[in-house]
């Protein structure tokens, strides 16, 4: 009898999670559509969108029209049944820019801000009195949820993109320039702040999943995301599944070594970053009689002598990464990519073939939003739907 109890639960959970998981993928769908796409019988059908209403995570949007018979309920995930959260930081100009946005389970933004504020206040200014990053995070997204009248107790996850690599073994952001970021602890504590889950992930990773859900990599069985803004970052799609690394630090091409070390003790030995990173754009721009603020500035108010020669020094990158990696697609993306468009693309294809005998299709991002911000947002509601599908079978399992 205790096998026959088990299987029963089992068999129980299974289908709720399975109908669960057809409204999150497919809805609004009727009870035929269900029992269509899940096998169920009707009685089955009905106790599961019972339990799935009674647990609010289901509503009945409408109902059909037309057909002979009584019209049929249309169901549908509710939107407000659980909230997903994306937080970028990065610095701009040398001041940290933290950019926000919640989603609900259906997938529509429901919020969104950016602010300049340091990390570790002073106490002066709006900011929260503390030198607690994680605080000044939390703050930040209660305030937004709060005047959106979101309840915070219903957001499920929260993530994280930041510009620079996490290694969970010591709870510790590494390679990052903002202040407070490489703090030891700051994910935890920004746990125990938000009361939600918490991941993190290098922005550029972040931007290459907002590519493939959202740009040009949709459908490409595989394709390299080369960033080039004020630093430079490389996102390794392999299908699906991102590249990280043992320490969260697969991407870190702006220390790529260029040639051998440094001749003299105490000379930095050259690296991509010092030829194609912010400053040496701007550097670039100088010497063909640019002035420019900002290196996307450059890009858009240079010539075709300066295109050319940024696309040498990009050529360089995407040589590497098509060598080692033979992708499907390599994809230029950041705001100097977006600023050189197809002029950049084009010429660093004709300097990819003059350099060496490789073949690589080049694009440029066709994402005029946040990428980041965008795929921070997709990865945080993937997670929340999975998170509750599981939940919801372990809860019929008991």
């Known amino acids: 009898m205790e096998r026959l109890s088990g299987s029963a639960k089992l068999l129980r959970a299974m289908n709720t999670s399975a109908v669960l998981a057809h409204l999150l993928g497919r809805g609004p769908l009727t009870r035929a559509d269900i029992r269509e796409l899940t096998g169920l019988s009707k009685p089955t059908t009905s106790e599961v969108l019972r339990k799935l209403v009674e647990a609010d995570l289901a509503i009945v949007t409408g109902h059909t029209s037309g057909g002979p018979g009584p019209n049929a309920e249309i169901y549908s995930t509710n939107p407000d049944g659980a909230f997903a959260v994306a937080i970028s930081v990065r610095e701009t100009n040398l001041e940290p820019v933290i950019a926000i946005a919640i989603c609900d389970l259906s ?16 106490g002066s200014g709006d900011g929260p009195a503390t030198d607690n990053p994680a605080a000044v995070l939390a703050d930040i997204l209660h305030t937004l949820c709060r005047k959106e009248g979101i309840p915070t107790d219903r957001i499920r996850h929260v993530q994280l993109g930041v510009p620079g690599s996490y290694d969970p073994t010591s709870d510790t952001i590494h390679h990052v320039d903002v202040p407070g970021l490489d703090r030891p602890g700051l994910v935890t504590a920004l746990r125990r702040a938000l009361a ?34 004020h630093g430079l970052g490389l996102a390794i799609d392999l299908g699906g599944p991102l590249l990280r690394g043992a320490r969260g630090g697969a991407g870190e091409i702006g220390y790529m070594p260029l040639g051998l070390p440094a001749r003299r003790a105490g000379d930095p030995a050259p690296d991509l970053d010092s030829i194609l990173a912010g400053a040496a754009v701007l550097a670039l721009a100088e010497a ?20 050319a020669a940024l696309a040498q020094r990009v050529a360089v990158g995407v040589a590497a990464v098509v060598a080692v990696l033979d992708p499907a697609l390599v994809v230029l993306a950041g705001a100097v990519a977006q600023a050189g468009g197809s002029r950049l693309r084009d010429a660093v294809a004709v300097a990819i073939r003059a350099a060496a005998p490789l073949e690589a299709e080049i694009a440029t991002t066709s994402l005029a939003d946040d990428a980041v911000l965008l795929g921070a947002l997709d990865a945080a509601l993937d997670v929340v739907r999975e998170d509750l599908i599981r939940a919801v079978h372990d809860a019929n399992n008991q």
Request: a negative charge; proline letters at 4%.
């Open 196 to 229: 939600a889950t918490v991941a993190i992930d290098n922005d550029v990773n972040l931007a290459a999943i907002a590519e493939r859900n959202r740009g040009v990599a949709a459908g490409v069985p595989n394709f390299a995301l080369l960033w080039l803004d």
């Open 107 to 122: 997938g529509a933004m429901r919020a969104r801000t950016q602010v300049v504020r340091d990390l570790m206040p002073s």
């Open 288 to 307: 063909h009689g640019i002035t420019a603020n900002t290196p996307d500035e450059a890009v858009r108010q240079g010539g075709a002598a300066f295109i």
